[in-house]
């Protein structure tokens, strides 16, 4: 059972930046793949980007590649997302997640088995 809690959500104008993060319970954080994803009023949850468990392998989405940078410090159980140069479009709560993964250099897109409560990003025009 691994146990996520998101923090470093808020309200930011456009163009600005925010760091989200995400502690896990348990000892083997460092098997476990990560994930953040995001929904929006009215939308269906979105996939963000990924870390595999060692961090060697990342994954975004086309809407965040290159504004967004996902990290991981598996000696502190936390996972990161950067988030620059935000947008009114990127409003929305967004959740971590995790999957056991037996391969070290894996980011997946889904089949996530973990989810924390979400924080609220708001970017304002």
């Known amino acids: 059972q691994v146990q996520l809690v998101e923090s470093g959500g808020g309200l930011v104008q456009a163009g600005g930046s925010l760091r989200l993060s995400c502690a896990a319970s348990?000892?083997?954080?460092?098997?476990?793949?990560m994930g953040w994803f995001r929904q929006a009023p009215g939308k269906e949850r979105e996939f963000v980007a990924a870390i595999s468990s060692s961090g060697l392998g990342t994954a975004y989405a086309d809407s965040v590649k290159g504004r967004f940078t996902i990290s991981r410090a598996n000696a502190k159980n936390t996972v990161y997302l950067q988030m620059n140069s935000l947008k009114p479009e990127d409003t929305a709560v967004y959740y971590c997640?995790?999957?056991?993964?037996?391969?070290?250099?894996?980011?997946?897109?889904?089949?996530?088995?973990?989810w924390g409560q979400g924080t609220q990003v708001t970017v304002s025009s």
């Open positions: 348990g000892r083997t954080f460092s098997t476990y793949a």
């Open positions: 997640a995790a999957r056991w993964s037996r391969d070290l250099s894996r980011p997946y897109y889904e089949g996530y088995d973990y």
